[in-house]
């Protein structure tokens, strides 16, 4: 059973992907066809980051894993006997 203090982490990482993820909405599929004068434009950042953002979020979890792996690896390497 999860505490009370797990389930408030929980609910705050899924109300915080939620709202990231209704705005990159906003931001990728709704701003292209609203007028590029209109007030709504001065809450999203420019265009290019859209793309930017995402590949570098991709890069850093992509590093992450393989540093994981490396040293899982490096951990569970067995140590070589001198008679080899």
Do not use: N
């Not at 203090?5 to 209704?22: M, N, Q, T, W």
């Amino acid at each position: 059973m999860a505490t009370s203090s797990d389930r408030v982490a929980g609910a705050g990482l899924v109300a915080f992907s939620s709202l990231l993820f209704v705005y990159y909405t906003v931001w990728v599929i709704c701003l292209p066809f609203i007028d590029s004068d209109h007030v709504i434009h001065s809450f999203f950042l420019p265009r290019e980051y859209s793309v930017l953002l995402p590949l570098l979020a991709a890069l850093i979890v992509l590093l992450f894993i393989g540093l994981f792996v490396t040293i899982i690896m490096w951990k569970g390497r067995s140590p070589k006997s001198k008679s080899q």
